[in-house]
């Protein structure tokens, strides 16, 4: 009966450390989406997958605060990942465009030679 008992508090433990983590990979998520391009926006995604996954399996025992924010941070996390994926696809798509492609050239050379970046040096960043 008293081992059962344990059982349950250790349990409850390792149930509210992954609350936690959930909250980790939430962070984790928001901080490499915001430093890391473009690598930063496939962290951010599977970040946000993991805090969610985390929460899932945290609140069977328990539900504490650090989970649901990690939640909420984690789901912020997958739709800003996949807001990124759907402008990148939006981009490459309008540039592989015969029409609309030497315009989408030609505004990407203007705004990146504002920052001193060559469209060469972009693409070729974009391509790791």
């Known amino acids: 009966m008293i081992y059962y008992f344990i ?13 936690r983590y959930s909250l980790w990979f939430a962070i984790a998520g928001i901080i490499c989406y915001m430093t890391f391009f473009p690598d930063g926006i496939f962290y951010s995604f599977f970040c946000g997958i993991m805090a969610v996954a985390s ?25 800003m990942g996949v807001m990124a994926f759907y402008g990148l696809y939006l981009i490459y798509s309008a540039a592989a465009d015969p029409v609309v492609g030497p315009k989408v050239a030609q505004f990407l050379s203007n705004m990146l030679s504002q920052y001193g970046v060559s469209l060469d040096q972009f693409i070729s960043t974009m391509s790791r």
């Open 55 to 79: 929460f899932i399996v945290a609140k069977r025992s328990c539900k504490s605060a650090g989970s649901v924010a990690g939640l909420i941070i984690g789901i912020i996390d997958i739709g």
């Open 7 to 19: 059982m349950d508090k250790n349990l409850e433990t390792a149930y509210k450390k992954i609350g």
